[in-house]
Structure formats: structure tokens, C-alpha cells
């Protein structure tokens, strides 16, 4: 399958150049995040994975983004976009380095994306508007956070059996959940981004980790996206 590859463009004049700048815009945004809709259903239409991949020395950023046929998993289309890094490092802001990556990786693509997964948060913020959900408000299109931690937030182990999940809290707000992907295996955390319900979202993840801790979905994102920052680098 061919890969359309193409270049961040030019930053918007408006885009945030300080951490100030960039938390305004979260709380300028953030009341736009729709939480009561359940979402598409798990293994119809498309889905999409969303990963980044970063050279910090060269201050380059890649991202990628694979639409998937969510009944069988299969690979419908592919595409990259590769530039420069777009904000400094701030825990909280990452979604200010990715997304002129992401957005000029998603426009690139032919196919419907669908529901798209973002490697990271949605709700799950300090300022419940992490990248999935930053994304969606900016997209309008369904998205859920599957991130790797619990970044700052408290839970409880959740039953060893595929399919258990325990809350994720900050204080007594459930702000997401720590899923059970394989048996046995670390969980995941799970946080709605945009459009989707919390219990829609544990349930697309599950039908996205057939084999694998991960989503399907972030698994090869994570690997084109590696892949386009290595060809872009040499």
C-alpha cells in the first residue's frame, strides 16, 4: 500500500507561542467537548490511529495516522506528515507540538478516518482537554484517548481477567478508566475525547486489542510514524 506523505504546512498566524497563550486556548476550547453522545459502534465503518514520533536534536516531528476497516482490522489507508516542531515541551500542552502534524496527516487522507484514537488523553487532563479531545473539538470527529499511564490521576488495579476496568479519579471526578486489555497484562487508560461515551470508548479499545496490550490502531501508527521520522532524518 502506498503511504501519502506530505509537509506540515506553515503555522497559523494565531497559533501559540507561550505556555499562557496555550492554556487560554484550552479554556477557550474545552467547553466545546461533547460527552453525550455514545459514539460510532465497535467494528462498523472506519477507525483511525494517531501517533507522533519526535527528533528532538533536529526539532523535527512526524506523525501518522492508519485508517483501518474496523471489522476484520485491515489496512485501508496510510498517511504521514513530517515538519518541524510546532511548540516547546510542556506537560499539558503536548497537543500544541503534535497537532499541526496530526491535522496535516488526517487531511491527507481520502478515506473517511471515522472514529479516531489518539496515543494519549482526551478528558483525562489537568484541564480535561488533553490531545483526543483537543482533536475531536477541532475535527468534529468522534475521538477517545488510549495513553500507555495514568499521567497525574489515582485508580485502583482493576480484576486480572481481559475487559476489567477500574475508574481513573482526580479526587472524586471519574475522569477515565484503566482497562484490562489482555490477562494479567498492565492495563491501559481510556479517557473520551470527543462524541463518544466512556463505556463505547472501553468497548472500542477491546475490540481493537485482539492479540496485542495495545490498540491495533496505535500499534501501527506508532510504526509508520517511526518510520517517516527515520527516512526524514537519514
Known sequence: MNTTAVAIPPLPADWPADEAAARAVQDRLRGRVVRDEPGPPPGAGHVTGVDVAYDDERDVVAAAV?????????????????????FPYVPGL???????AVL???EALTAD????????YGVAHPRRFGLASHLGVLTGRPTIGV???PFTFAYEAPGAARGS?????????????????????K?????VGHRVSLETAYAHVLHL????????????????CRAALREATG
Open 104 to 106: 496535516a496527516a488526517l
Open 187 to 191: 492495563p491501559v487508560f481510556v479517557s
Open 165 to 185: 476496568v477500574a475508574p481513573l479519579r482526580d479526587g472524586a471526578e471519574e475522569v477515565g478508566g484503566a482497562l484490562r486489555t489482555r490477562d494479567g497484562v
Open 147 to 149: 495513553a500507555k499511564n
Open 209 to 224: 486489542t485482539p492479540r496485542y496490550r495495545l490498540p491495533e490502531t496505535t500499534r501501527r501508527a506508532d510504526a509508520l
Open 94 to 100: 503536548l497537543a500544541f507540538r503534535e497537532l499541526p
Open 66 to 86: 492508519v485508517v483501518l476497516d474496523a471489522a476484520d482490522l485491515t489496512v485501508v489507508e496510510e498517511a504521514t506528515a513530517v515538519g518541524r516542531v510546532a
Open 113 to 120: 478516518p471515522g472514529l479516531v484514537v489518539c496515543d494519549g
